[in-house]
């Protein structure tokens, strides 16, 4: 457990490492209270949000997916995850670098500001935890990551696709995964989609695990369709909270029923340690639409997720042996 410590750590903390305990009502807002850091020099793992939700195609709001995803880790802070043998934050240097910044008024550069941000992150060397926004930001965010890591295992988490037939430089948050295969920014051979329930009669050579499909099968042999899939081929990892079903998370704007619960999800992820993830997002929280907090807090649990995933990826810090 964490020491108390005086309140506002994250403008006041002088460490990238360890747990933090302050007020979960009160202080100045980060994710997991992570310092705040735009020093990048020594740090493994930066959070970064992106408030966009000009590319969606229904209810907006997920701009406020950001702050209200910091808000709900306040209450996560304190400790390390409940079945975690390890706290990831003892093992990385992880800090929270503030929201991507961008001219709403001028959407066309929007991409290439988020592309730039998450070039900035990467170019120092530190692995990204991007918060969103709507599910477009993938897209800018794949193409920083392919440019340092070369063409990419996608594992993706969603109600929908969004491998939908799009135009030349649309800003759409279901065309996004259409061009990026089409560019050669992921590998459809090596990707695999979890939770999808609409229609899209092309699959472009994903390996889809439905959410009937999860739901009839199982926690266990979708991890094992997973591990097999990707292999060892470096990972993007995104998580639309949409992929949960409405009653675990309807602060969304585009939800659909017959989701995954939060358990299975959850479940999901912790099966996937020791796999070559190199980025992270988690979007489309949309708190206008929550209640009592449980899709914001749901988006905080994954992303507190991803950075035990991180810390068990072959070289990392807790690695399996």
């Not at 692995?127 to 890591?149: E, V």
């Amino acid at each position: 457990m964490a020491k108390r410590q005086a309140g506002d750590q994250a403008f006041v903390a002088t460490e990238n490492k360890g747990a933090v305990q302050e007020h979960t009502f009160a202080g100045a807002l980060s994710f997991l209270r992570r310092r705040y850091s735009k020093d990048l020099s020594d740090v493994d793992l930066a959070v970064m949000g992106v408030p966009f939700d000009l590319a969606t195609t229904n209810r907006p709001g997920a701009r406020f997916g950001p702050q209200a995803v910091r808000a709900a880790s306040a209450i996560m802070a304190w400790a390390r995850p409940h079945g975690l043998p390890f706290d990831p934050r003892d093992l990385l240097s992880i800090v929270d670098t503030g929201d991507c910044v961008f001219d709403p008024f001028h959407p066309a550069t929007v991409p290439d500001a988020i592309e730039a941000a998450a070039r900035r992150v990467l170019d120092a060397g530190a692995a990204l935890l991007s918060i969103g926004g709507d599910h477009f930001i993938s897209y800018p965010l794949l193409k920083a990551h392919a440019a340092k890591h070369g063409p990419l295992a996608l594992l993706h988490f969603d109600a929908h696709s969004d491998t939908w037939t799009g135009e030349e430089d649309d800003i759409n948050h279901g065309t996004m995964f259409w061009h990026a295969q089409r560019e050669g920014l992921i590998d459809p051979a090596c990707s695999v989609q979890v939770g999808i329930r609409t229609y899209n009669a092309e699959t472009h050579g994903f390996t889809i695990l439905d959410a009937p499909w999860v739901h009839r099968h199982g926690i266990d042999d979708v991890i094992a369709r997973i591990r097999e899939t990707l292999g060892n081929r470096k990972i993007y990892l995104t998580f639309d909270i949409d992929g949960l079903d409405p009653a675990f998370a309807p602060g969304t704007g585009t939800p659909v029923v017959g989701g995954l619960s939060t358990a299975q999800a959850l479940g999901i992820l912790r099966g996937l340690q020791g796999l070559n993830f190199v980025g992270f997002d988690v979007v489309e929280v949309a708190p206008a639409y929550d209640s009592a907090q449980i899709t914001a807090l749901a988006a905080a649990q994954i992303g507190f997720e991803f950075l035990a995933l991180y810390a068990t990826r072959p070289g990392g810090p807790q690695a399996p042996a």
